[in-house]
């Protein structure tokens, strides 16, 4: 569960601790199917996404070419250990696009859909990072894009990088 935040994220701060779990995820699942997780940090009332910590699937997550569902309940424990140990809350997710470019699918708007509509979850907005090894037209020299999910509008946000992702915004495989 998270507590409300803002209805705007106007940039992610990616750390380097969770920027290398996702480099390292990536490179360990080189295998054209989807992979993932959760992002753990917070939102500030300015806006600005601040992600501490990113999961890994989990051995219990469901990988296709086209699809990516998260081990729930590793999940949990990964939140309640980064929650423990800087007060990180669940802000969103991250996952690939194999073989598309990195934007939101029908079903990735689905699930935020779904997301922002429990009650229980309290969202007001979902952070999702996305890497594809396709160009967005929304950032044409970029393979991985972040987009704040909103009840009514999904937008491209920039990411400041770390030393961990290269100029082009690719994490290294």
């Known amino acids: 569960m998270t507590r409300a935040e803002p209805e705007k994220i106007r940039q992610v701060r990616l750390a380097d601790l969770a920027a290398r779990t996702i480099a ?6 080189s295998d054209g199917r989807e992979t993932g997780g959760i992002l753990l940090g917070d939102i500030s009332t300015d806006g600005v996404a601040n992600v501490r910590h990113a999961g890994d699937p989990g051995p219990a997550a469901v990988r296709t070419p086209t699809f990516f569902l998260r081990d729930r309940a590793h999940a949990q ?12 809350i669940w802000i969103g997710e991250w996952h690939t696009h194999p073989t598309t ?8 708007l689905e699930t935020y859909c779904n997301l922002l509509a429990d009650p ?19 950032a044409p020299d970029i393979g991985m894009i972040a ?6 509008s999904t937008t491209a946000v920039p990411i ?14």
């Open 24 to 29: 390292h995820e990536i490179d360990t699942a």
């Open 77 to 88: 424990q990964l939140a309640d250990s980064a929650f423990e140990a800087d007060g990180s």
């Open 101 to 108: 470019e990195p934007a939101p699918s029908k079903t990735d």
């Open 120 to 138: 229980e979850l309290r969202f007001t907005v979902i952070l999702s990072i996305i890497i594809g090894p396709l160009p967005s037209p929304h």
């Open 147 to 152: 987009w704040a999910c909103a009840p009514r």
């Open 160 to 173: 400041q990088l770390t030393e961990h992702v290269d100029g082009q915004g690719r994490l290294p495989t």
